[in-house]
């Protein structure tokens, strides 16, 4: 097991590129399940999730080659092979097979999904979604058993706005019999993308990107060749970094669209943000003002920027209130930020930051990815040198985290945990 050591409390300054989304990704590789032909999807992130993701496809009988970020999947051979533990256990997006594979083979066998822990994540809006296409669905001693003579479209009514519940519904009922309409659908870019594919394979949807999306299913899918969206959840976590301890920094390969809930708050905090076309410039902040910060679904305040926010907010002058509506458990970060100097406190759904603080460098462990991006900013805001554990999370999202960071003068580097340590870590 290794650490991330950082020295902090130096300005950053330079240029970042922004890699692949890694909630599309996810979304993407199960998708090219549907097709007949080979698929090549471009501009992968190198992290982990991917690296699972073609582990499952080569269970299955698919012959994946990867190669910089690019990746070409072949179907002929694949089977509706079950996979109720092992690798499906590894990430959250695993349940993107459930849809993939009854779509293609009309059954699956997934075990029950892993990834971070923020509370609750019950997947019932996907099973509702299966269920309403003509599946039956049973879950057999954790994992989840899908079967259908056959899919037919249906009306469905998402109780609760899921990203996953309307990429899974849209993967089962792109070759379903007639049309599916989802209402109350999930809006996040990543959502397009994923539409953008399965049309590009062969796949009637209309509205994808909206709150209603209509599939009219077809029969067979086709390869193509698709590239995938800039990772907004990345160029947000080094937006909120350049503001926190930029002197003038690029980001580049953004859809300035995607961040402006984000740019809004920076701005009101006092941070200078210049948005090109595929570019955003952050300039160097001088006092920043304390905001208030609540998540929401898309194209509201994404809850996956709220923890790297927070380390950027004990920086502000005066109180700043974090409500997550989305999670109720995505406070972790926090016992770990106070470890570093910083005044949280913690009431229900909220945290309540004072600023302005000095952070110190500390020994702290992530317990979640963007848990981990918050801890990477506090790290280099901190006088000091902080050491971060817990990188599995981190790997599972960021893609070149250190070369990047590096590129814009960061002092980061990683060291192999001493027997010790890792003993120490295991019983904490
Ligand atoms: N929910 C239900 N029932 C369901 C599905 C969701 O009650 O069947 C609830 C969840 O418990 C949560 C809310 O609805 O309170 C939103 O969940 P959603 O399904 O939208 O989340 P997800 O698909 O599991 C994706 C991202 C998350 C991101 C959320 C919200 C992937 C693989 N994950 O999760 O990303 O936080 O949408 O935007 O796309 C991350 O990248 O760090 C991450 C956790």
Redesign the pocket.
Known sequence: MEKLKIAGGYPLKGAVKISGA??SA??LIPATILADSPVTIEGLPDISDVYMLKGLLEEIGGSVELDSGTMTVNTDDMTSMPLPSGRVKK???S?YLMGAMLGKFKKAVIGLPG??H???????????GFEALGAEVTNEQGAIYLRADELRGARIYL?????????NIMLAAVRAKGQTIIENA?K?P?IIDVATLLTNMGAKIKGAGTDVIRIDGVEHLSGCRHTIIPDR?EAGTFMILAAAVGEGILIDNVIPYHMESLTAKLREMGVPVDAGDDQIFIGKSEELKAVDIKTL??PGF???LQQPFTSLLTRAKGSSIVTDT???ARFKHIDELRRMNANIKVEGRSAIVNGTVQLQGAKVKAS???AGAALVIAGLMAEGVTEITGLEHVDR?YSDLEAKLEGIGATIWREQLTAEEEEQLENS
Do not use: F
């Open positions: 890694k909630n996810v979304a990430l959250r997006a349940y990834g971070c923020l509370g609750p994540r019950p997947i019932d809006q996907h099973i509702k109780d609760v706005v899921s990203v996953g519940a309307t990429i999930a996040e990543e959840i679904v898309y994404a809850t996956d989305i999670y109720s979640d990815l963007r999202g």
